[in-house]
C-alpha cells in the first residue's frame, strides 16, 4: 500500500537551477538536432530507451527513459496511447499523469532521465516535458535490527527518499512541516532533503546546517556517513555532534522539539542535528511508557555506560596497584585464579579485550547464520578453553563478558564506549586509580567545551532551567513536560496548552 501511496503522492525530482542555469543549452525546435545531442551526450548506454513516434496530425516526437525506471504499463496506457490517438497543439492535456514538469535546456533533459523520468520531446517545441512514472523497486517497510522496541511504532525507513518522506508526513500532518530539497555530488547527483517545521526550529541552526550542506562539494554521496563527516563539529571528536536513526517516530519526535533531519536518497539512515550528550541515553520507547518504567531503563543504561567504560580499567588497576583495596576473600580468589598466568593482568586484559572486538565485529559482518555459529566458537575459545588451558584467568572472563552485555545497551554509544574503553584500560594499567580518576576529570572538562551546531553539548544538564531536566536521566510524566527544550525550540517552546506555530 505504501508503494502506491508514494506514487501518488510524490512530487517530480527538482535539479538545481541555479547550478544549471548558467550553462544551460537550450532546446531547438528541430526534433532530429535535439536527438542527436542527446544520444552524443548519453552514448555508450544501452539502458537508455530513444523511441521515435509520429501522431496523427502527422507531427514527430521523441519518448526518452532509462529501462528499468520506468512502469512501462503505466508509460504505454497513460502518455503513449493518448500520444497516438489524440491531435491538439497543447500535448500535455493528452497525458494522463500530474506529474509532469515542463523544461527548456538539454541540461535539464539530461538530468531529469537520469533521475529516472521520461522526457517527450515534440518537433517544432522548444521546450519538452519530464513525466515521473517511477517504477517502485525497493524492500518493504520493516522494523529496524538496530532499534527494535517491544512498545512503539515497528515500521522504519528503506532506501527511497519519498517512502521515507511519505512516513514523515504520515506522523506530522502539519503545513508547517517544510521539505527543502537538493542534490550533492557532482557524479551521484543525490538528493537529499532538509525538513523542520516552521514556527520550532531555530533559525539559527537552520542557517547554519543550510551553510555547511552548501560547502559540500565531492563527486558523490552515496550515504548520509558522508555528509555526516562533513558537517560534523569536531571530526575527530570520539563523540558523535550528528544523530541518526531509521526511526520515522523517532525523527518526528527530535523535529517536534525543534531540530532539523537530513534525508538522503539511497539509505534508510535519516540524520539528526543538533546531537546532544544526554540522546545517547534515550529511546523512542521511553515516551510510550509509563514514568517510571522509563526512569529505571535509563538508570540501567547509565549503569550499563559506567560499567562498560570503567570496568576493565578498574579491574587492571586494583589489581595491579591497589590490592589493597579488595575484600580479603575476593583477593585470595583472584589470586588463586591467576596463579599460573603467564601473562600480567595488563597484557591478559588486553588480549581479551581484542579478542572481544575481533568476535563482535566478525559476528556484525557475516551472515546471520555463520556470524551466530563464530559468536559460538568464539565464546568457547575465549571462555572455557582459554581458561583451562590457563592462559586467561576466570575473573577476567567475567568481567569481559559483564564489559560486553553493558556495552549493547546502548547501541548509539558503542563506538564512543570503545575508544574510552581503551583510553581508561590504558590509564589504569599505567597510573592505577589515580590515572583514572584523572581521564574522568579530563573527559568531563572536554564533553563540556564541544558544541553542535552551536549547541552546548552537555545541554540540558548544563542548564539550571527545571523544566529542561524533567527529561534527562530521569523522565518526568508527559502532562508536566509543557514546555520544550529552550536550546532546540527556539522561540516556540510551548508544547502542552499552547498554540500551533505562525
Known amino acids: 500500500m505504501l508503494k502506491y501511496l508514494a506514487k501518488i503522492l510524490s512530487n517530480p525530482p527538482k535539479l ?9 543549452t537550450p532546446l531547438g525546435k528541430d526534433l532530429g538536432a535535439n536527438i542527436s545531442q542527446l544520444k552524443s551526450k548519453l552514448k555508450g548506454s544501452s539502458d537508455i530507451i530513444f523511441y521515435e513516434f509520429t501522431d496523427p496530425s502527422h507531427n514527430k516526437g521523441l519518448l526518452t527513459y532509462i529501462s528499468g525506471f520506468v512502469e512501462t504499463d503505466l508509460l504505454d496506457r497513460d502518455i503513449l496511447t ?22 527548456s535546456s538539454f541540461e535539464e533533459a539530461i538530468g531529469g532521465i537520469l533521475d529516472g523520468n521520461v522526457l517527450l520531446l515534440m518537433n517544432g517545441d522548444e521546450t519538452a516535458f519530464l513525466l515521473s512514472i517511477p517504477k517502485q523497486v525497493q524492500r518493504s517497510v520493516d522494523e529496524p535490527d538496530s532499534e527494535s522496541v517491544v512498545r512503539g511504532p515497528k515500521e522504519g525507513f528503506v532506501e527511497s527518499i519519498k517512502t521515507n518522506l511519505l512516513l514523515l508526513r504520515r506522523k506530522i500532518k502539519s503545513p508547517n ?5 537538493r542534490k550533492i555530488g557532482r557524479i551521484t547527483q543525490t538528493e537529499i532533503a532538509l525538513v523542520y517545521i516552521e514556527g520550532i526550529v531555530d533559525p539559527e541552526v537552520l542557517k547554519e546546517v543550510r551553510k555547511r550542506l552548501s560547502k559540500i562539494k565531492i563527486d558523490s ?14 571530526k575527530y571528536s570520539p563523540y558523535a555532534t550528528v544523530g541518526n536513526t531509521q526511526k520515522p517516530d523517532v525523527v518526528a519526535g527530535k523535529i517536534l522539539e525543534g531540530r532539523v ?7 534508510p539512515h535519516v540524520l539528526t542535528v543538533p546531537y546532544l550528550y544526554i540522546e545517547n541515553l534515550q529511546t523512542s520507547e521511553d515516551y510510550y511508557v509509563r514514568t517510571l518504567n522509563a526512569s529505571l531503563l535509563r538508570l540501567l543504561r547509565i549503569t550499563g555506560l559506567f560499567v562498560s567504560t570503567l570496568l576493565p580499567g578498574i579491574y587492571v588497576a586494583l589489581s595491579t596497584y591497589h590490592q589493597e583495596m579488595l575484600p580479603t576473600v575476593l583477593l585470595v580468589t583472584i589470586a588463586g585464579a591467576r596463579e599460573g598466568i603467564p601473562l600480567p593482568a595488563f597484557a591478559e586484559a588486553l588480549v581479551m579485550g581484542v579478542m572481544f572486538e575481533l568476535l563482535k565485529e566478525s559476528g556484525t559482518r557475516l551472515p546471520r547464520a555463520i556470524g551466530s555459529a563464530i559468536s559460538i566458537v568464539g565464546a568457547l575459545v575465549i571462555g572455557d578453553a582459554a581458561v583451562n588451558a590457563g592462559l586467561v584467568s576466570a575473573p577476567l572472563v567475567i568481567v569481559t563478558a559483564i564489559t560486553a552485555v553493558s556495552s549493547f545497551i546502548l547501541p548509539s554509544f558503542t563506538e564512543s564506549m570503545t575508544i574510552f574503553r581503551l583510553i581508561f584500560f590504558i590509564l589504569g594499567g599505567v597510573a592505577g586509580l ?3 580518576t584523572c581521564g574522568i576529570f579530563f573527559i ?29 536521566f530521569l523522565r518526568f510524566p508527559l502532562r508536566s513536560m509543557k514546555n520544550k ?18
Not at 533531519?261 to 539509505?267: E, H, L, N, R, V
Request: proline share 6%.
Open 16 to 24: 538545481n537551477s541555479s547550478e544549471n542555469s548558467a550553462h544551460a
Open 221 to 234: 554521496v552515496l550515504e548520509t556517513g558522508y555528509i555526516e563527516q562533513y558537517i560534523q563539529d569536531h
Open 261 to 267: 533531519a537530513i534525508f538522503c536518497d539511497g539509505t
Open 82 to 103: 493518448p500520444l497516438l490517438t489524440k491531435t491538439g497543439p497543447d500535448k500535455k492535456n493528452f497525458l494522463y499523469t500530474s506529474a509532469v514538469r515542463t523544461i
Open 485 to 502: 527544550p529552550a536550546f532546540t525550540a527556539g522561540n516556540n517552546t510551548k508544547r502542552r496548552g499552547g498554540t500551533n506555530p505562525k
Open 177 to 181: 512541516l517544510k521539505i527543502e530539497t
Open 434 to 436: 589515580i590515572g583514572i
Open 444 to 472: 568531563m572538562i572536554y564533553t563540556v567545551s564541544i558544541r553542535s551546531f552551536g549547541i552546548p553539548y552537555t545541554a540540558p544538564l548544563s542548564s539550571a532551567s527545571e523544566n529542561n531536566l524533567k527529561d534527562t
